[in-house]
Protein backbone atom coordinates (compact mmCIF):
# COMPACT_ATOMS: atom_id res chain seq x y z
CA UNK A 1 0.00 0.00 0.00
CA UNK A 2 1.54 3.52 -0.85
CA UNK A 3 1.38 5.94 1.96
CA UNK A 4 -1.11 8.48 1.19
CA UNK A 5 -0.24 12.17 2.00
CA UNK A 6 -2.55 15.29 2.24
CA UNK A 7 -1.64 18.47 0.85
CA UNK A 8 -3.63 21.12 2.75
CA UNK A 9 -4.17 24.54 0.54
CA UNK A 10 -5.74 27.66 2.08
CA UNK A 11 -7.52 29.96 -0.37
CA UNK A 12 -8.92 33.32 0.23
CA UNK A 13 -9.61 35.30 -3.13
CA UNK A 14 -7.42 33.33 -5.37
CA UNK A 15 -8.81 33.18 -8.46
CA UNK A 16 -6.35 35.43 -10.36
CA UNK A 17 -4.16 32.39 -9.71
CA UNK A 18 -5.87 29.42 -8.44
CA UNK A 19 -5.75 27.23 -11.65
CA UNK A 20 -2.18 28.50 -12.94
CA UNK A 21 -0.85 27.03 -9.23
CA UNK A 22 -3.36 23.54 -9.98
CA UNK A 23 -2.50 23.33 -13.25
CA UNK A 24 1.20 24.87 -14.10
CA UNK A 25 2.82 23.57 -10.24
CA UNK A 26 0.59 21.51 -7.84
CA UNK A 27 -0.68 18.90 -10.52
CA UNK A 28 2.59 18.57 -12.41
CA UNK A 29 4.26 18.05 -9.36
CA UNK A 30 2.46 15.86 -7.98
CA UNK A 31 2.02 13.25 -11.17
CA UNK A 32 6.04 12.73 -11.31
CA UNK A 33 6.06 11.58 -7.49
CA UNK A 34 4.86 8.22 -8.21
CA UNK A 35 5.62 6.57 -4.88
CA UNK A 36 2.60 7.85 -2.69
CA UNK A 37 -0.96 8.64 -3.11
CA UNK A 38 -2.11 12.41 -2.43
CA UNK A 39 -5.37 14.10 -1.42
CA UNK A 40 -5.91 17.66 -1.86
CA UNK A 41 -7.43 19.54 0.49
CA UNK A 42 -8.23 23.11 -0.79
CA UNK A 43 -9.83 25.53 2.29
CA UNK A 44 -11.77 27.73 1.01
CA UNK A 45 -11.66 30.87 3.31
CA UNK A 46 -14.72 33.08 2.67
CA UNK A 47 -13.51 33.53 -1.00
CA UNK A 48 -15.87 36.32 -2.81
CA UNK A 49 -14.47 36.09 -6.13
CA UNK A 50 -15.17 32.74 -7.60
CA UNK A 51 -12.78 30.72 -6.15
CA UNK A 52 -14.91 28.40 -4.59
CA UNK A 53 -17.03 27.72 -7.77
CA UNK A 54 -13.38 26.63 -9.69
CA UNK A 55 -12.34 24.38 -7.00
CA UNK A 56 -16.18 22.58 -6.82
CA UNK A 57 -14.77 21.98 -10.54
CA UNK A 58 -12.07 20.46 -9.59
CA UNK A 59 -13.51 18.49 -7.63
CA UNK A 60 -15.45 16.50 -9.25
CA UNK A 61 -12.46 15.08 -11.33
CA UNK A 62 -10.81 13.11 -8.66
CA UNK A 63 -12.49 11.79 -4.85
CA UNK A 64 -8.87 13.16 -3.61
CA UNK A 65 -9.81 16.60 -4.70
CA UNK A 66 -11.35 17.77 -1.29
CA UNK A 67 -13.00 21.04 -0.64
CA UNK A 68 -13.70 22.46 2.36
CA UNK A 69 -15.75 25.73 2.06
CA UNK A 70 -16.04 27.97 5.29
CA UNK A 71 -19.47 30.45 5.95
CA UNK A 72 -16.93 33.43 5.08
CA UNK A 73 -13.67 34.58 5.87
CA UNK A 74 -11.80 33.40 9.42
CA UNK A 75 -8.33 33.86 8.41
CA UNK A 76 -5.65 31.58 7.42
CA UNK A 77 -4.91 30.38 10.60
CA UNK A 78 -8.56 29.19 10.84
CA UNK A 79 -7.94 27.94 7.43
CA UNK A 80 -4.98 25.82 8.45
CA UNK A 81 -6.51 23.89 10.97
CA UNK A 82 -9.81 22.87 9.75
CA UNK A 83 -7.44 21.26 6.29
CA UNK A 84 -5.32 19.51 9.31
CA UNK A 85 -8.29 19.02 10.66
CA UNK A 86 -10.01 17.25 7.79
CA UNK A 87 -6.36 15.27 6.72
CA UNK A 88 -6.14 11.67 5.92
CA UNK A 89 -3.01 11.30 5.11
CA UNK A 90 0.01 9.91 6.82
CA UNK A 91 1.84 12.91 6.71
CA UNK A 92 0.00 16.26 5.86
CA UNK A 93 1.43 18.97 3.70
CA UNK A 94 0.66 22.38 4.00
CA UNK A 95 1.26 25.03 0.61
CA UNK A 96 -0.54 28.45 -0.03
CA UNK A 97 -2.43 28.71 -3.04
CA UNK A 98 -0.73 31.73 -4.66
CA UNK A 99 2.88 29.63 -5.70
CA UNK A 100 4.93 31.71 -3.35
CA UNK A 101 5.97 28.12 -2.10
CA UNK A 102 7.31 26.13 -4.74
CA UNK A 103 5.67 22.32 -5.28
CA UNK A 104 8.98 21.31 -6.55
CA UNK A 105 9.70 21.49 -3.42
CA UNK A 106 7.54 18.71 -1.80
CA UNK A 107 9.98 15.75 -2.76
CA UNK A 108 12.50 16.90 -0.94
CA UNK A 109 10.20 17.15 2.30
CA UNK A 110 8.50 13.86 1.82
CA UNK A 111 13.05 12.15 1.54
CA UNK A 112 13.12 14.35 5.27
CA UNK A 113 10.08 12.82 6.02
CA UNK A 114 10.67 9.06 5.11
CA UNK A 115 14.50 9.49 6.83
CA UNK A 116 12.76 10.02 10.05
CA UNK A 117 12.20 13.45 10.72
CA UNK A 118 8.38 13.89 12.15
CA UNK A 119 8.20 17.83 11.17
CA UNK A 120 9.86 19.09 8.28
CA UNK A 121 9.80 23.05 8.06
CA UNK A 122 10.38 24.99 5.08
CA UNK A 123 12.57 28.11 5.59
CA UNK A 124 12.87 31.30 3.65
CA UNK A 125 16.72 31.49 1.89
CA UNK A 126 15.98 35.28 2.08
CA UNK A 127 13.50 37.98 2.12
CA UNK A 128 12.29 38.67 -1.56
CA UNK A 129 8.82 39.59 -1.36
CA UNK A 130 9.09 42.72 1.13
CA UNK A 131 9.99 45.98 1.41
CA UNK A 132 12.12 48.03 4.13
CA UNK A 133 9.76 47.74 6.60
CA UNK A 134 8.82 44.48 6.33
CA UNK A 135 12.13 42.91 5.93
CA UNK A 136 12.91 44.54 9.22
CA UNK A 137 10.05 43.95 11.05
CA UNK A 138 10.19 40.67 10.60
CA UNK A 139 13.69 41.20 11.15
CA UNK A 140 12.94 42.67 14.36
CA UNK A 141 10.13 40.00 15.28
CA UNK A 142 12.35 36.76 15.25
CA UNK A 143 14.92 38.76 17.40
CA UNK A 144 12.23 39.75 19.90
CA UNK A 145 10.30 36.52 19.92
CA UNK A 146 14.30 34.58 20.92
CA UNK A 147 14.73 37.59 23.62
CA UNK A 148 11.28 36.28 24.83
CA UNK A 149 12.68 33.26 25.55
CA UNK A 150 11.03 31.44 22.27
CA UNK A 151 13.70 29.56 20.97
CA UNK A 152 11.84 27.24 19.18
CA UNK A 153 10.84 29.20 16.29
CA UNK A 154 14.00 29.66 13.52
CA UNK A 155 13.86 32.92 11.78
CA UNK A 156 12.27 32.74 8.26
CA UNK A 157 10.11 29.24 8.91
CA UNK A 158 7.02 29.55 7.18
CA UNK A 159 3.58 27.36 6.67
CA UNK A 160 5.15 25.15 4.10
CA UNK A 161 6.04 22.13 5.87
CA UNK A 162 5.52 18.66 6.53
CA UNK A 163 4.01 17.26 9.70
CA UNK A 164 3.66 13.78 10.14
CA UNK A 165 0.38 11.59 11.76
CA UNK A 166 1.73 11.35 15.23
CA UNK A 167 2.18 15.35 14.87
CA UNK A 168 -1.13 15.59 13.43
CA UNK A 169 -2.42 14.26 15.71
CA UNK A 170 -1.51 16.42 18.71
CA UNK A 171 -2.00 19.31 16.94
CA UNK A 172 -5.83 18.55 16.48
CA UNK A 173 -6.35 18.22 19.84
CA UNK A 174 -4.61 22.29 20.97
CA UNK A 175 -7.30 23.61 21.77
CA UNK A 176 -6.95 27.51 21.76
CA UNK A 177 -8.85 29.95 19.61
CA UNK A 178 -6.20 32.72 19.34
CA UNK A 179 -3.63 30.92 16.71
CA UNK A 180 -0.55 30.87 15.08
CA UNK A 181 -0.54 27.50 13.37
CA UNK A 182 3.44 27.46 12.59
CA UNK A 183 4.02 28.79 16.40
CA UNK A 184 1.70 26.18 17.92
CA UNK A 185 4.07 23.41 15.40
CA UNK A 186 7.02 24.56 16.73
CA UNK A 187 5.72 24.64 20.29
CA UNK A 188 5.03 20.59 19.96
CA UNK A 189 8.49 19.83 19.47
CA UNK A 190 9.55 16.72 17.76
CA UNK A 191 13.10 18.12 16.69
CA UNK A 192 12.29 19.82 13.03
CA UNK A 193 14.14 19.12 9.94
CA UNK A 194 14.84 22.58 8.33
CA UNK A 195 14.48 22.86 4.07
CA UNK A 196 15.90 25.80 2.61
CA UNK A 197 14.30 27.51 -0.18
CA UNK A 198 13.37 30.67 -2.36
CA UNK A 199 10.23 32.33 -1.38
CA UNK A 200 8.74 33.06 -4.68
CA UNK A 201 6.76 36.01 -6.09
CA UNK A 202 2.73 35.75 -6.45
CA UNK A 203 1.81 34.30 -9.22
CA UNK A 204 -1.14 36.98 -9.36
CA UNK A 205 -3.57 38.63 -7.22
CA UNK A 206 -2.70 40.37 -4.27
CA UNK A 207 -1.24 39.56 -0.66
CA UNK A 208 -4.48 39.14 1.80
CA UNK A 209 -2.11 39.93 4.85
CA UNK A 210 -0.93 43.70 4.62
CA UNK A 211 0.73 45.10 7.21
CA UNK A 212 -1.70 46.02 9.88
CA UNK A 213 -2.54 42.02 9.74
CA UNK A 214 0.80 41.07 9.83
CA UNK A 215 1.15 43.40 13.06
CA UNK A 216 -1.51 41.79 14.88
CA UNK A 217 0.48 38.55 13.85
CA UNK A 218 2.92 39.20 15.64
CA UNK A 219 1.43 40.65 18.43
CA UNK A 220 -0.50 37.48 18.86
CA UNK A 221 2.22 35.37 18.88
CA UNK A 222 4.22 37.43 21.85
CA UNK A 223 0.71 37.26 23.90
CA UNK A 224 0.20 33.52 23.20
CA UNK A 225 3.78 32.44 23.67
CA UNK A 226 5.35 34.51 26.44
CA UNK A 227 4.67 36.75 29.31
CA UNK A 228 7.69 38.62 28.99
CA UNK A 229 7.07 42.12 28.27
CA UNK A 230 4.97 42.12 30.95
CA UNK A 231 8.33 40.60 32.95
CA UNK A 232 9.80 43.57 31.75
CA UNK A 233 7.89 46.92 33.07
CA UNK A 234 7.84 45.23 36.35
CA UNK A 235 11.61 45.63 36.58
CA UNK A 236 11.51 48.86 35.10
CA UNK A 237 9.15 49.44 37.98
CA UNK A 238 11.96 48.32 40.59
CA UNK A 239 14.81 49.88 39.15
CA UNK A 240 12.62 52.93 39.13
CA UNK A 241 11.78 53.01 43.08
CA UNK A 242 15.15 51.93 43.62
CA UNK A 243 16.89 54.68 42.02
CA UNK A 244 13.87 57.13 43.16
CA UNK A 245 14.42 55.55 47.07
CA UNK A 246 17.85 56.04 47.56
CA UNK A 247 17.51 59.66 46.13
CA UNK A 248 14.85 60.29 48.35
CA UNK A 249 17.18 58.21 51.15
CA UNK A 250 19.31 60.87 50.79
CA UNK A 251 17.82 64.02 50.53
CA UNK A 252 15.54 63.21 54.11
CA UNK A 253 19.30 63.11 55.80
CA UNK A 254 21.16 65.35 53.91
CA UNK A 255 18.69 68.19 54.51
CA UNK A 256 16.21 67.19 57.19
CA UNK A 257 18.73 65.45 59.65
CA UNK A 258 22.08 66.70 59.14
CA UNK A 259 20.51 70.45 57.99
CA UNK A 260 22.23 70.52 54.32
CA UNK A 261 25.83 70.16 55.29
CA UNK A 262 26.51 69.76 51.33
CA UNK A 263 24.55 72.66 50.55
CA UNK A 264 22.58 71.22 47.92
CA UNK A 265 19.29 73.33 48.60
CA UNK A 266 17.46 70.80 46.67
CA UNK A 267 14.00 72.97 46.21
CA UNK A 268 10.70 71.53 47.36
CA UNK A 269 10.13 71.00 43.62
CA UNK A 270 12.45 68.47 43.45
CA UNK A 271 11.62 66.53 46.26
CA UNK A 272 8.44 65.88 45.04
CA UNK A 273 9.72 64.75 42.01
CA UNK A 274 11.59 62.19 43.52
CA UNK A 275 8.50 61.29 45.45
CA UNK A 276 6.73 61.06 42.63
CA UNK A 277 9.20 59.41 40.84
CA UNK A 278 8.54 56.83 43.82
CA UNK A 279 5.33 56.11 43.85
CA UNK A 280 5.59 55.56 40.07
CA UNK A 281 8.19 52.81 40.25
CA UNK A 282 5.53 51.09 42.47
CA UNK A 283 2.90 51.39 40.34
CA UNK A 284 4.79 49.63 37.89
CA UNK A 285 5.66 47.03 39.80
CA UNK A 286 1.76 46.01 41.78
CA UNK A 287 0.92 46.53 37.44
CA UNK A 288 3.24 43.89 36.74
CA UNK A 289 1.93 41.88 39.39
CA UNK A 290 -1.18 42.16 38.36
CA UNK A 291 -0.30 41.19 34.59
CA UNK A 292 1.77 38.12 35.83
CA UNK A 293 -1.80 37.00 37.74
CA UNK A 294 -3.66 37.53 34.75
CA UNK A 295 -0.89 35.78 32.59
CA UNK A 296 -1.29 32.37 34.81
CA UNK A 297 -5.00 33.05 34.25
CA UNK A 298 -4.14 32.99 30.61
CA UNK A 299 -1.83 30.38 30.16
CA UNK A 300 -4.48 27.93 32.31
CA UNK A 301 -7.37 29.09 29.91
CA UNK A 302 -4.99 28.21 26.35
CA UNK A 303 -5.44 24.98 27.80
CA UNK A 304 -2.85 23.35 26.42
CA UNK A 305 -1.20 19.90 27.03
CA UNK A 306 1.46 19.38 30.20
CA UNK A 307 3.54 17.40 27.87
CA UNK A 308 3.83 15.72 24.51
CA UNK A 309 5.40 12.08 23.99
CA UNK A 310 6.84 11.54 21.12
CA UNK A 311 5.11 7.83 20.94
CA UNK A 312 8.36 6.57 18.09
CA UNK A 313 10.91 7.26 20.83
CA UNK A 314 8.71 5.97 23.70
CA UNK A 315 9.60 2.53 24.95
CA UNK A 316 7.23 0.09 26.54
CA UNK A 317 4.61 2.51 26.97
N1 LIG B 1 -5.36 33.13 2.99
C1 LIG B 1 -6.49 32.59 3.59
N2 LIG B 1 -7.29 33.42 4.35
C2 LIG B 1 -7.02 34.74 4.52
C3 LIG B 1 -5.83 35.27 3.93
C4 LIG B 1 -5.03 34.43 3.17
O1 LIG B 1 -6.77 31.42 3.46
O2 LIG B 1 -7.78 35.43 5.19
C5 LIG B 1 -4.49 32.23 2.18
C6 LIG B 1 -4.14 32.78 0.82
O3 LIG B 1 -5.14 32.44 -0.14
C7 LIG B 1 -2.84 32.11 0.52
C8 LIG B 1 -2.20 32.00 1.90
O4 LIG B 1 -3.26 32.12 2.83
O5 LIG B 1 -3.00 30.83 -0.01
C9 LIG B 1 -1.15 33.09 2.13
O6 LIG B 1 -1.75 34.35 2.02
P1 LIG B 1 -1.04 35.59 1.35
O7 LIG B 1 -0.38 35.19 0.10
O8 LIG B 1 -2.08 36.66 1.30
O9 LIG B 1 0.01 36.02 2.45
P2 LIG B 1 1.62 35.95 2.45
O10 LIG B 1 1.93 34.98 3.56
O11 LIG B 1 2.10 35.45 1.13
O12 LIG B 1 2.02 37.32 2.75
MG1 LIG C 1 1.49 34.80 -0.47
Redesign the pocket.
Known amino acids: MKKLISIV??????IASLSSFLEDQLLTELSKIKDYNFEIIF?D?GSTDGTLDLLQEYSTRSKNFRVISFSR?F??EM?LTAGLRYARGDAAITI???G?QPPKLIPTLLEEWEKGADIVVGVRDHYTKHGFIARNGSRLFYWLLRRMGNHYTVAGSTDFRLISRPVLDEFNQLPEHSRITRGLIDWLGFTPKYVKYTYGT?LAGK???NLKKLFRLAIDSFVSMSTTPLVIFGYIGVIITLLSGLLGLFCLINQYLLGDPLHLYWPGTLQMAILITFLVGLVLISQAMTALYISSIHTESLGRPLFIVNKKESRNL
Open positions: VPAHNEVDNGKADADQRPSY
